[in-house]
Each structure stands twice: as C-alpha cells, then as structure tokens.
Antibody, heavy 113, light 113 residues
C-alpha cells in the first residue's frame, strides 16, 4: 500500500528557510495531486498547497509569497520550501495524497534560535 | 476563503449513545456537475495524523466502522456516530475541497460523559 514519509530538519532558525521532503513508497507519484498541510501545537489544520505530478501547483494565499512546492518524479518525492520563517511557522507538517486517506505521520518543525 | 464552522467545540457523550457534530460552510460546496458535496470528515487522535472517515459528505472510507455516517448538502453537514465507543474519543474536523484554499473547521473534541 502507498505510504508517505516526511523528512527534514526539526529545528529551523527564524528568518531561514524550512525545507521538507515527502517520499512516496508503495506506489507512483504520477497521476495524483499531493498536499502539504500543517498543524501548530494544540491547534487546527491549515492547508499549505498542492502539486500535481506534472508540476502544477496551487498555494494558500496566506502563505503564497513564501511557499514553493516542487516534485521529483524520478525519486518519487515532492518537497516544501517555506522562506522567512517565524515562530508562527512552528507546526507539525504533514504530506498527504489529495482526496484520499493517505497521509504521512508528520514531522514536527520548530522555529527557534 | 470558505469558512468552515463546527459545533459544538466540545461534546461529551455516554458510551453507546449517539454523537452528532455539525459543520457549516460559508458558501455552498455542492459541485453542480456531479451533484456531490466536496466535504470530508477526519478523526484525529493524539500524536496521530488525521484519519479520513467520510468523503463526498456521506461516503464512508474503506475500513471505517458503519457507526460513522455523514449527511447534509449545500452548506450544512453532520457527522453522526450512532453508538459511541471508547476508541472514538478524538478531535473531529470537517474540510471543504470545493475550492482552494481548502479549509478545515476548527475541530470538535469528543469526550466520554
């Protein structure tokens, strides 16, 4: 079955760039849309954006100026970059296949010096 | 953005009793071309990613117990647990995927009375 695994630094300094990768195993990244979603500690869920395997993207306007999502079909991975991070970006970051119950376990990212 | 508002914020129900969670969208999320409501319900337990329970407002995800059901159309939706089990204690979220940015309700915490 398809599984997703997020990876990346757990700690990012303020004003730096948060970079995460989601690796898709057990299936192909092709022909699907892939989401990034985050959840600050003790709070609700926020959709960050999605990417289609062709590279088409759609971002939440609240983050659009700072977000880039990219895909590497050869590695069966997609990635998230969030620039100029602040403490408000501290959250659990999830990757998920769109319109499905397939989610990664999430990776906690803390923004702190 | 479409605002999703859940009620109540917290719900305490006795074991074996019915639990009802409401979700209201700020505009219709009924997709006219297929007459489907673009609404999903998720269950999230501590330390776990959200688990998809219901999509298209009323279609149960594979493997989800049939005590979970979804109903509603247009702007008003309901998640019903027909007979509460101890393992149903969790936070429940509704999400619209009708238009980006996809948005979630604030969550309803379900407890045992």
């Amino acid at each position: 079955q398809v599984q997703l695994q997020e990876s990346g630094p757990a700690l990012v300094e303020p004003s730096e760039t948060l970079s995460l990768t989601c690796t898709v195993s057990g299936g192909s990244i092709s022909n699907y849309y892939w989401n990034w979603i985050r959840q600050p500690p003790g709070k609700g869920l926020e959709w960050i954006g999605y990417i289609y395997f062709t590279g088409t993207t759609n971002y939440n306007p609240s983050l659009k100026s700072r977000v880039t999502i990219s895909v590497d079909t050869s590695q069966n991975q997609f990635s998230l970059k969030l620039t100029s991070v602040t403490a408000a970006d501290t959250a659990m970051y999830y990757c998920a296949r769109a319109n499905s119950g397939i989610w990664g376990q999430g990776t906690m990212v803390t923004v702190s010096s | 953005d479409i605002v999703m508002t859940q009620s109540p914020d917290t719900l305490a129900v006795s074991l074996g009793e019915r639990a009802t969670i409401n979700c209201k969208s700020s505009q219709s999320i009924l997709y006219s071309s297929n007459n489907k409501n673009n609404l999903a319900w998720y269950q999230q337990k501590p330390g776990q990613p959200p688990k998809l329970l219901i999509y298209w407002a009323s279609t149960r995800e594979s493997g989800v117990p049939d005590r979970f059901s979804g109903s509603g159309s247009g702007t008003d939706f309901t998640l019903t647990i027909s007979s509460l089990q101890a393992e149903d204690v969790a936070v429940y979220y509704c999400q619209q995927y009708y238009i980006t940015p996809y948005t979630f309700g604030q969550g309803t915490k379900l407890e045992i009375k």
